[in-house]
Structures are given as structure tokens and as C-alpha cells.
């Protein structure tokens, strides 16, 4: 869109226009540039960690133009150093979401990414949900994370626990929970068929919810607001309620036939990329981007 404004822009009969109403036209073109661009760059990241990083930055450089437009010069120094610093901070840290942004951009693919395979398979879903339900019934409390279509990493974790890399069965979930299991603290990290790791700390949601959610249904929470390809499972030790996270909802209490039901039905959304949002959904999910969630 940026390219094709530009080109028009180029094809107008500048000599013919005042010169006045060129700035005025150009200063418009460049208001909604910066606008699409900004929409644009919102738009495409998914990650809601890397979203609330990218707004902090995109608010840093407003704030640093609106200043330079009052001439405020001492604030505007402090902020276009505190820009400069935040961009080197940004590109460390997102190293790997920037190479995927440029490439999708080489592409051409900015909407409708592209949907890798969910490493969450039917197989798994089956396996992690017989845990679960013995789990629920023995009132053994669990939080088990399951990655649905791109590969979390350590980072991702407050605690990254301890690494398992063990076939996944029911038996081994449900023994990993009891409590007297010295990996029973935490939650377990789900790829595929295997079981990354034990005794993750995962980062803990702010929000309480109608139900004042204790810490492992916080840290269910807090994990999917940040990372929108997991899910997380939690078996209430108090009642043995199950309940799902997903993009920071909680889904409960449900049973262990609905959660396998929700589980396949996520694997097969992102698999085949099917899930479309429908037109409040998206508008409600752009607000919530460029607002704070609270
Ligand atoms: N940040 C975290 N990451 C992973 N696990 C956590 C985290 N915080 C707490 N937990 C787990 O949750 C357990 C404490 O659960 P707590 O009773 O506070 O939460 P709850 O949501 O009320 O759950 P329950 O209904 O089972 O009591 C801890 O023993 C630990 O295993």
C-alpha cells in the first residue's frame, strides 16, 4: 500500500498544483502512512508479548515526534535517546520474530500467515486428556502447556524447570502431579508426543477474573495472554476442576470429554489455518491490540 501511495504520488502533475496545496497533500499522504504502517506492523504481530513491546516502542516514538513539534528540546533529547536505546534492545530481543517479519515481507505474505503444522496431534490430545481425567477424579492438581503450532523456547518461561525430552503416556503426566514426586511443583511443557520439561515457572496473568483465581490458574493465564500458539490445561487441586487457557481465556469447568472435544478443535484450526474470526471478533481483537487489555 506504502509502495502504490508513493507511485501515485509520483504520477501527479506536480508543476500544476500550488505549491501550498502539495505540502498540504503530502503532509496528509504522510499522516496516513505513518497510520497504515503503524495498523500494519499491529496487524501482523500475533505474539502478545511482542505486541505489548512493539506499542511501548511505537508510543516512545510518538511522544519523541510530538515533542520535537513543540520544541521541547530537552524532553525530545531524552526521548529520541530513549527510542535509539529501545530499537537496539528490541532487535536483541526479537531477533527471531524480526528475521520472520522480514522474510514475510520478502514474501509478500503480511495477512493470513502462514499456518506451520500443528506439533499438537490428535494422538497427544488423547493421551494428555486420559491424564487428566484421572487427574480431575484423584483431585491431583496439574498444569500441563501444550505447544500448538510454532516451538516455545526457554524464554518464554520465568522457570524454564527441568528438562524431561520423555515419551508422553498418561502414566507419566499423572505420576510427574503426585504430590510426592519432586517434579510434582511447577508445570510440564508438552511437544508433539514428548514432554519437554518439568517444573516450569510460567509467567503470572494480573488478573484474577470472577473467580479469584489462584496462582496456577493465574500462570495458566499468564502464559497464553503472552503466546497465542499454546494452550494450557489445569486439574484444580481444591476440586478437581479442569479448565483451558487459550489467548488468555479461561475456559471452565469442563469436562474431560469437552476439553479433548476444545483440544482437537484447536489442532485442527491450526493446522489448516480455518479459524476465521467473525468481523466483531476481529474488531474487538484490533481494539484490544491498540488498547491496553485492562
Ligand atoms: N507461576 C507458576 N508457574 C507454574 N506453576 C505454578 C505457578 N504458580 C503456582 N504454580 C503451581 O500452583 C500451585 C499452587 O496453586 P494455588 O493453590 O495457588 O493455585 P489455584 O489456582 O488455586 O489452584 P488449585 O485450585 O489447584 O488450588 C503451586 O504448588 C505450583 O505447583
Request: charged share 20%; glycine share 6%; aromatic share 6%.
Amino acid at each position: 500500500m506504502i509502495v502504490l501511495t508513493l507511485g501515485l504520488l509520483g504520477t501527479l502533475p506536480w508543476p500544476l498544483v500550488s505549491s501550498e496545496t502539495q505540502t498540504r497533500l503530502k503532509m496528509l499522504v504522510d499522516v496516513v502512512l505513518v497510520l497504515a504502517l503503524t495498523y500494519t506492523i499491529l496487524r501482523v504481530i500475533a505474539e502478545r508479548r511482542t505486541l505489548w513491546m512493539v506499542r511501548g516502542f511505537i508510543f516512545l516514538i510518538f511522544a519523541a515526534s510530538l515533542s520535537r513539534a513543540l520544541e521541547l528540546n530537552f524532553l525530545t533529547f531524552v526521548l529520541n535517546n530513549l527510542v535509539v536505546g529501545s530499537a537496539v534492545a528490541l532487535a536483541v530481543i526479537l531477533q527471531s520474530e524480526i528475521r520472520i517479519f522480514l522474510e514475510q515481507l520478502g514474501r509478500g505474505q503480511f495477512f493470513g500467515q502462514p499456518r506451520v503444522e500443528s506439533t499438537l496431534t490428535n494422538d497427544a490430545v488423547d493421551l494428555v486428556v486420559a491424564a487428566v481425567k484421572e487427574l480431575s477424579q484423584d483431585r491431583t492438581g496439574a498444569l500441563i502447556l501444550l505447544e500448538t503450532h510454532t516451538q516455545l523456547s526457554p524464554q518464554d518461561f520465568t522457570h524454564a524447570g527441568i528438562p524431561l525430552q520423555a515419551r508422553l503416556s498418561p502414566e507419566l503426566i499423572t505420576s510427574i502431579f503426585q504430590v510426592n514426586s519432586p517434579l510434582h511443583d511447577g508445570a510440564i511443557w508438552v511437544r508433539g508426543s514428548e514432554v519437554v520439561a518439568a517444573k516450569l515457572i510460567l509467567p503470572l496473568s494480573e488478573r484474577t477474573g470472577p473467580w479469584q483465581l489462584g496462582t496456577r490458574h493465574r500462570a495458566a493465564l499468564g502464559i497464553t495472554e503472552r503466546i497465542s500458539h499454546c494452550v494450557c490445561v489445569v486439574v484444580s487441586e481444591e476440586t478437581g476442576s479442569i479448565s483451558l487457557a487459550f489467548k488468555g481465556d479461561l475456559q471452565r469447568p469442563l469436562t474431560s470429554s469437552k476439553l479433548g472435544e476444545l483440544l482437537r478443535q484447536y489442532v485442527q484450526e491450526e493446522t489448516a489455518g480455518t479459524s476465521k474470526p467473525s468481523q466483531r471478533h476481529r474488531s474487538l481483537k484490533f481494539w484490544k491490540m491498540v488498547w491496553p487489555l485492562r
